[in-house]
């Protein structure tokens, strides 16, 4: 089989439009020239070219065994950046539609003894497609979906058996917070060789994602369907701070495309580092005073608390002041 | 640049006092300099470089003369312990030669432990051997390992003893288990007497002591102090308190005070000394009638064995380039990497 090329772009025809729940519309995509379509894998997303100019990815939900057709689900959503928007308004049965070819940053680990799979509103999507894999090979897995209401849960007619047999759960919070689906609770626990995949709206990816802060490295899988939220104030956007060598006096710019080794080497400080990466620590530093922006995946918060790697690290403060 | 060097501007341990018999003439290898240390008839200590002025020849081969000067084995050049070579064989009666000269090191026994400054005289004032106040004190029973050559880098035995969390799987089943892993590590820096120090300390409750230690140290569940301070690059000490539940501090407290000395021969070998002090009343559990310092020096060379071999196979490790490689951190490294900092800025300040 050769691998799909995410760049190449062909035509699809839409075979059917079914509304799935409440302002959630299924599109069955056909090869236009009546062939089979490049194969994808459980977790994989298309590009769709809407007219206007918009593209968009969305999940295929279909299973991956099947050749003849693409599904997607797509939720309605007029506050957004307008592709859901035309998609419901615009298509209709029997339009042809420039998609490309399937791309997969989502996929099942081979290996894990379980999987678990956490769904969000429309992230439902890409997992489905997931337990049509893991159903034909007869894996471990659980899947809990949480939505608003009963009505805005799609494929219940698909979900509905599983669930009789206790590998789907449904929660339904109406809105209300407190009767969201405890995450901290199912994510406490991780039994050995589990893996966790999760995708859902923004609130509900930080919640997944702080929740399996302790899970072993290399067992949560997620995807985003929009930009991550704004994780606890961090600024993922370089601003540029100053450094204060206290040793000397001397302070020092550091500019939003540059670390702090890269200006204090330039200055003729000899700083050591190794994996210049933020995990092996080697420019473990002091600071006296101002609030860094840690960007390492090593220290914790009692150790963040008095030391910073300067390899990576940024400051949240104008002026950091490090003990070197 | 690596850590795994030398530094040569420290006090290194050459060994115990009681290593060191009067008049007798002992050979070492200190930081890259081959060394001549005896304790004159009046117990004074001296220490050469152990040159010869004359062709290099190791005077510690040489021989000490009955009015005390030292005589190269290979053309008899004599020198007194100053240093001065006061008679030449060869040349009975020419002057001497102003270079016909031995340099002195400095040298000072402190403590129980012969101290020796291998790099720059002019900066041995910058900094003093450490004390350790149990050699010497008669209310401690001290028994030591003698030399034992190791072949690593000794930062490397100085890594090891600040993360203990190797016990487990190292010392699985003597004096170890994963539960010791657990405990939480305070850390501290500081300076004294020059000597730049990381200490980690750890306090435990209701601990199970594994078979060695519960053997030395008679009981079964105990709360316990447990600290590792790298004094400077020559020494670090290690002190372990237990005692049952809610009784540190009485006399029910055993434990020991474990010095290990770590002296450079060069950038791939070291010679490691333990010396463990207990109080002299002190009965181990294993053996009622055995003091626990006698019991331990029966049982910790086992364990002593498990470090030596881990050492030697990270050194084995080191040697490779790195292409790519650095070493993860995890939190119990956090003494290592600032003892690695400490000493990646001893060894610049030297290089300038």
Not at chain 1, 24 to 47: C, N, P, Q, Y
Not at chain 1, 161 to 175: C, I, N, S, T, W
Not at chain 2, 11 to 39: D, M, Q
Request: hydrophobic residues 35%; charged residues 30%.
């Amino acid at each position: 089989m050769t691998p799909a090329n995410p760049k190449t772009l062909f035509k699809v025809r839409v075979h059917s439009i079914t509304d799935l729940a409440e302002d959630i519309r299924a599109f069955e995509l056909v090869d236009s020239k009546g062939g089979d379509l490049a194969a994808f894998t459980a977790g994989a997303h298309i590009d769709v070219h809407i007219d206007d100019g918009f593209v968009r990815q969305f999940s295929l939900c279909n299973s991956p065994r099947e050749r003849h057709r693409y599904e997607i689900a797509v939720l309605n959503e007029p506050g957004g950046r307008g592709g859901s928007l035309a998609l419901h308004e615009k298509v209709s049965e029997g339009d042809i539609l420039t998609v490309s070819e399937p791309r997969n940053h989502f996929r099942l680990v081979d290996d894990a003894d379980r999987h678990l799979l956490l769904a969000g509103g429309i992230g439902v999507t890409p997992i489905m497609s997931m337990m049509e894999t893991l159903e034909t090979i007869g894996a471990d897995y659980v899947m809990h979906y949480c939505t608003r209401t009963p009505l805005r849960t799609a494929f219940m007619d698909r979900l509905i058996p599983l669930a009789e047999r206790g590998k789907v759960f449904f929660y339904h919070d109406g809105g209300d917070p407190s009767r969201r689906l405890d995450i901290d609770a199912i994510l406490d626990n991780p039994a050995t060789g589990t893996h966790l995949y999760y995708c859902g709206p923004p609130g509900f990816m930080s919640a997944a994602a702080s929740a399996a802060d302790h899970w072993p490295e290399g067992t949560v899988h997620f995807e985003y369907f929009s930009p991550p939220e704004k994780d606890r104030d961090e600024s993922l956007e370089n601003k540029p701070f100053q450094v204060k060598v206290v040793s000397t006096g001397d302070v020092f710019d550091i500019p939003a495309d540059e670390t702090i080794i890269e200006v204090l080497r330039g200055a003729g400080l000899t700083i050591d580092t190794s994996c210049e990466d933020g995990y092996c620590a080697t420019c473990m530093t002091r600071y006296l005073e101002g609030e860094p922006e840690h960007r390492d995946s090593v220290l914790d918060d009692e150790d963040r608390a008095e030391f910073v790697l300067i390899c990576c690290a940024r400051s949240r403060t104008p002026l950091l002041v490090l003990d070197l | 640049m690596t850590p795994y060097k030398y530094i040569r501007n420290c006090w290194y341990v050459a060994g115990l006092s009681h290593e060191f018999e009067h008049r007798k003439l002992t050979g070492h290898r200190i930081a890259g300099k081959p060394i001549v240390i005896w304790r004159t008839e009046k117990g004074k200590f001296v220490a050469f470089d152990d040159r010869c002025a004359h062709k290099r020849f190791p005077l510690s081969q040489g021989r000490l003369m009955d009015d005390g000067t030292l005589e190269c084995a290979y053309h008899g050049l004599r020198y007194n312990d100053k240093g001065r070579c006061v008679a030449i064989p060869s040349q009975p009666d020419s002057p001497i030669p102003k270079r016909a000269q031995i340099t002195p090191l400095p040298i000072i026994e402190q403590d129980g432990l012969v101290w020796i400054w291998a790099g720059d005289k002019d900066k041995s004032k910058s900094s003093k051997p450490p004390r350790i106040p149990e050699i010497l004190d008669d209310e401690w029973e001290t028994i030591d390992s003698g030399p034992m050559h190791v072949p690593s880098n000794y930062l490397l035995l100085i890594e090891n003893l600040l993360d203990i969390t190797h016990f487990y799987p190292l010392h699985d089943g003597n004096i170890g288990d994963v539960d010791n892993s657990y405990i939480p590590i305070e850390y501290e820096e500081g300076e004294i007497d020059g000597n730049k120090y990381v200490k980690t300390t750890r306090k435990v409750e209701d601990y199970k002591q594994p078979p060695f230690l519960k053997d030395w140290f008679v009981y079964d569940i105990i709360d316990r102090h447990h600290t590792h301070c790298m004094m400077s690059p020559g020494l670090t000490r290690v002190v372990m308190r237990v005692a049952p539940p809610g009784e540190l501090g009485t006399d029910k407290e055993r434990g020991y005070v474990l010095l290990h000395t770590h002296t450079p021969i060069d950038d791939s070998n070291h010679i490691w000394r333990w010396c463990v002090n207990c109080k002299k009343d002190h009965m181990s559990g294993g053996d009622p009638k055995v003091s626990v310092a006698k019991r331990i020096v029966t049982m910790f060379p086992d364990v002593v064995e498990e470090d030596r071999w881990a050492l030697e196979k990270q050194q084995e490790m080191i040697e490779f380039p790195d292409e790519g490689y650095s070493e993860l951190f995890l939190k119990p490294d956090k003494a290592l990497r600032r003892v690695r900092q400490i000493f990646l800025q001893m060894l610049r300040e030297e290089q300038t």
